[in-house]
């Protein structure tokens, strides 16, 4: 009953910050609108921008804390024990859908060239330094995710320099500043499935992060509440610095048209595609078992609030319970298919709009990076967060993440719910190919129904 109590409380919560979500955007779009047609001064205009710019440091600020605290915890609550197989499989299985998601927002935000039709700068060519080759950022990127000093990781990320000394061009790897986030999530990853496997022996330094975790997720909900404040700063002051305002307003139109077919394109095909070939079976039965987690998940734009409802409806489709208890929370946690979509295909939306030519590898760190990003920080609302660390890593401007909020909050139930249906063919998949070797592994079911099989 406290469960249920406690899981209506933040159900209430989380339409609240949707209302005021909207809210301050509509305030934000107003303020925004009615102020164009006043000559403001350039002190004027910093000053409406000037709570949303403390926002987003706030927002910044957060992104290492809650790196260290999500990843370790999530991945040190693992009991490999009961779990062997099963959480090994479902952690790849996850990550697998998150890289194939980013993949396919990456293609149609390309395709179809949503921020194209605006510009905010003069052509780029690239996101690199001077012309650097593109094997030598993919290099970049892999020294990055294994840094040799951890604690230089999160203020120093490497990079490839060129020197031309005439007609000769020598590379030198230097150390430049800026967080290696690829790295930090790397070492996090592997910290966390070290932990989860010596279980209990290091179960104080576990519950130290669990507890670490809370702490910084509070602090970020409470951040969360003066979120309307930075989102009208962030609103009004772009609709006042923007020149071709109809022209901004089609291409949002146009950004969230490309964002749907990419996570409909997703739940709809790929996600049955890859449950057909992983278990011979027809995906129908699994999105009807889902429907009613789906729309709760729609309508509160809250994974959390459809868990129970998932986890009930699974049991009753005759999922062995000790996986639909562990793949459905475990997913709430890391399955971000819809949010790794949505961030890749925004990240490139935006360089679009700044006119910025991604090479090859750049797009591959955005893809390798929101996937990352995403499963390390899944629960944070509206993607704000992750949002920021992926603009950081590709050296993208956050500024015209305020254009993304104005539609945040309809693309996000959308997103929200392909989760957790992501969820529900994820655990039907893992019940197929690891129910019989769980019970096996776990032995508690087997040898209690065999003894008594031999007496009668």
């Known amino acids: 009953m406290s469960k249920h109590r406690s899981s209506v409380r933040n159900a209430i919560k989380e339409n609240l910050m949707l209302v005021l979500t909207i809210t301050a955007v509509i305030v934000g779009i107003s303020l925004g609108l009615a102020l164009r047609s006043v000559n403001l001064s350039p002190l004027a205009l910093q000053l409406i921008n000037f709570p949303g710019e403390i926002f987003m440091q706030v927002l910044k600020m957060m992104v290492l804390p809650l790196i260290f605290t999500s990843v370790i915890s999530s991945l040190g609550q693992m009991d490999s024990g009961n779990a062997g197989k099963m959480g090994l499989m479902t952690v790849a299985y996850y990550a697998t859908t998150a890289v194939i998601s980013s993949a396919v927002g990456i293609f149609f935000v390309t395709m179809m060239q949503p921020g194209a039709s605006i510009a905010h700068s003069p052509v780029k060519n690239s996101l690199t330094t001077g012309d650097v080759e593109p094997i030598d950022t993919f290099l970049d990127l892999l020294r990055n995710m294994f840094p040799d000093n ?4 999160t203020f120093q990320r490497v ?6 000394n005439g007609t000769e061009i020598t590379k030198h790897v230097v150390d430049g500043p800026g967080t290696n986030i690829l790295g930090v999530l790397v070492f996090c990853t592997f910290f966390g499935l070290v932990a989860a496997k010596l279980g209990e022996r290091v179960r104080i330094v576990i519950d130290l992060f669990i507890a670490l975790d809370e702490i910084i997720m509070g602090w970020i909900m409470t951040l969360m509440w003066f979120a309307p404040i930075g989102i009208i700063s962030l609103i009004s002051g772009n609709l006042l610095e923007v020149e071709d305002l109809a022209g901004t307003f089609s291409t949002l139109a146009m950004y969230v048209l490309t964002v749907l077919l990419g996570l409909f394109t997703h739940i709809l095909i790929v996600t049955p595609s890859l449950y057909f070939l992983l278990t011979r079976k027809s995906p129908l039965p699994v999105y009807k078992v889902m429907l009613q987690p789906f729309m709760i998940a729609f309508g509160t734009a809250s994974s959390g609030a459809a868990l129970p409802t998932s986890i009930a409806c699974l049991e009753e489709h005759g999922i062995d319970s000790r996986i639909a208890n ?12 819809g949010n790794a979509l949505y961030e890749a295909a925004a990240v490139i939306f935006i360089a679009q709009l700044n006119n910025i030519h991604l090479t090859f590898a750049n797009v591959i760190t955005i893809s390798l990076t929101a996937t990352l990003a995403s499963m390390g920080s899944g629960s944070v609302p509206a993607g704000l967060v992750t949002m920021v660390l992926i603009l950081n890593t590709v050296g993208l401007p956050v500024k015209d993440l305020a254009l993304i909020v104005t539609v945040d909050w309809l693309v996000d139930r959308i997103r929200t719910a392909i989760n957790v249906m992501g969820d529900g063919f994820a655990t039907c998949i893992i019940a197929h190919n690891v129910d019989i070797d769980l019970k096996e592994e776990d032995g508690y079911k087997s040898i209690a129904v065999m003894p008594n099989t031999e007496e009668v």
């Open 326 to 337: 562990f793949v459905p929370p475990l997913g709430n946690t890391i399955n971000v298919d």
């Open 150 to 153: 951890i604690f230089k990781a």
């Open 159 to 164: 990079s490839t320099i060129y020197e031309h």
